[in-house]
């Protein structure tokens, strides 16, 4: 993606867009070369509903159980669930993890390589296939992991909130009112996104509900 082109389509799409570009820190996502879709998807369902520090001390025991570098969807399966609750995972967050797994391994998870030849609403449709991941966790991947330029996420509260901000709404826009809004603002989607949480000053990612 042409991040200047991205910058100058959004910029002339209206001018309170183009003032909050100008002074926020600039769009810099890059698709990862390494991204692995279990081990992205599994974080994001360790750190569903708590907060990034509790998240993370969570994360880091249930890692630690596993000392390859990448986590290995066999092994996963094999865990005990009452070692996975010692790590501090809820029940629900272990039956989606070995759902997760499972479904990597009957390949209902496609791997990275396939994820690159998929469209996002077919990556959309495959992975949340897998218990406790949604639309919103899909969508985080697509942005943030794989660098996909137009996704839009409707539902994340940091996205309608920056866009209150921006455009001086006195009420969150709904979900429905925010996708006919972004259509000037294709195929750079991803891109208003990046700006909307900057309008905040947040760190880009809100949690999902």
């Known amino acids: 993606m042409n991040h200047e082109y991205a910058h100058q389509h959004l910029s002339e799409s209206d001018p309170r867009m183009a003032e909050l570009i100008a002074r926020s820190r600039r ?37 630690a159980l596993y000392p390859r570098k990448y986590l290995d969807p066999n092994l996963l399966l094999a865990t005990p669930d009452e070692q996975l609750r010692t790590a501090g995972l809820s029940r629900s967050k272990i039956a989606a993890l070995k759902d997760l797994a499972s479904k990597t391994i009957d390949g209902t998870v496609p791997s990275a390589r396939a994820l690159s030849r998929m469209s996002d609403d077919e990556i959309i449709a495959r992975l949340t296939m897998v ?19 137009d996704v839009w996420p409707v539902h994340d ?53």
Do not use: H
């Open 131 to 149: 218990r406790g991941i949604g639309r919103w966790t899909v969508e985080m991947l697509l942005l943030f992991d794989l660098g996909r330029p």
């Open 27 to 63: 769009y810099d996502i890059a698709a990862s070369a390494s991204v692995r879709p279990l081990d992205a998807l599994a974080e994001s369902i360790a750190y569903q509903q708590l907060s990034g520090k509790a998240a993370a001390k969570i994360w880091s025991r249930v890692r």
């Open 157 to 209: 509260y940091g996205v309608q909130k920056g866009f209150a901000k921006t455009f001086r709404r006195r009420k969150l826009p709904t979900p429905k009112q925010l996708l006919k809004f972004g259509e000037r603002w294709r195929p750079y989607r991803s891109v208003a996104a990046w700006y909307c949480w900057r309008a905040l000053d947040g760190p880009g990612k809100s949690q999902e509900g």
